[in-house]
């Protein structure tokens, strides 16, 4: 079975461009979420979706939303890109809206490089 | 925030040696988690334990949580070159089930 997948690999803007990530969960996975690592830190929880609804939002500002498709994969946008926003950003999916015994699975992340 | 804090930062040991990492964090917690990340990319789930819980073992892998004094450790034993990677530990509290991760312990295994 194919594990979590994210779109593109790597990606390169500008300040104040805009930028949409993709993620798809493993097969019958309803819960992905979305965290940031930036360089040399630990991820941080941006937000996670059930059955298609935003079960938790961390502590990111307005210019990050999220919504997820009635397949389960998701979308994450950033708007008005801040040198800031230049990170790792990693896609993990569950069952349910917890981890379970075995975690959540995370796919390899999206490069993110704003100039 | 961070809500975990790795010691060591950074590790370096030689193969076969065992590899201890800890892991403390701030609040209640449901479960603590550990995680690998090889060259900063996906993470790798190894072994949970839960609040309840005081030792776990998985494989070569041994964790141990002590709730009263908010940490945990991870004990790799007869380490190779390939557990060169970063570890995490990742806790979930109350009723949110978001991971909040501490800043990672970088492991490197010499052969």
């Known amino acids: 079975d194919a594990g979590v997948t994210q779109s593109p690999t790597h990606l390169i803007k500008t300040r104040g461009q805009h930028v949409t990530l993709r993620c798809s969960p493993i097969?019958?996975?309803?819960?992905v979420s979305w965290y940031q690592q930036v360089l040399g830190q630990g991820p941080q929880f941006i937000f996670q979706?059930?059955?298609?609804?935003?079960?938790g939002r961390g502590n990111f500002p307005d210019r990050f939303s999220a919504r997820q498709f009635p397949n389960y994969s998701s979308e994450l946008n950033v708007n008005a890109l801040l040198l800031g926003d230049s990170a790792l950003y990693l896609c993990?999916?569950?069952?349910?809206?917890?981890?379970?015994?075995?975690?959540?699975?995370f796919g390899p992340g999206t490069r993110l490089t704003v100039l | 925030s961070q809500q975990g804090e790795e010691d060591p930062q950074a590790l370096s040991i030689q193969e076969g040696e065992n590899a201890t990492m800890n892991c403390s964090y701030k609040?209640?917690?449901?479960?603590l988690q550990w995680y690998r990340q090889n060259s900063g990319r996906g993470l790798v789930h190894l072994i949970l334990?839960?609040?309840?819980?005081r030792e776990k073992h998985s494989g070569r892998l041994r964790v141990t949580l002590d709730t009263s004094k908010k940490s945990s450790s991870l004990l790799i034993t007869a380490s190779r070159a390939a557990d060169t990677a970063s570890y995490f530990c990742?806790?979930?509290?109350?009723?949110?089930?978001?991971?909040?991760f501490g800043k990672g312990t970088k492991l490197t295994v010499n052969p």
């Open positions: 979706y059930y059955e298609k609804e935003e079960r």
């Open positions: 097969s019958g996975h309803k819960s």
């Open positions: 334990i839960r609040s309840n819980e």
């Open positions: 609040t209640s917690i449901n479960n």
């Open positions: 993990a999916s569950s069952w349910g809206l917890a981890g379970g015994p075995r975690g959540k699975f």
């Open positions: 990742a806790t979930s509290q109350g009723g949110s089930e978001k991971l909040v």
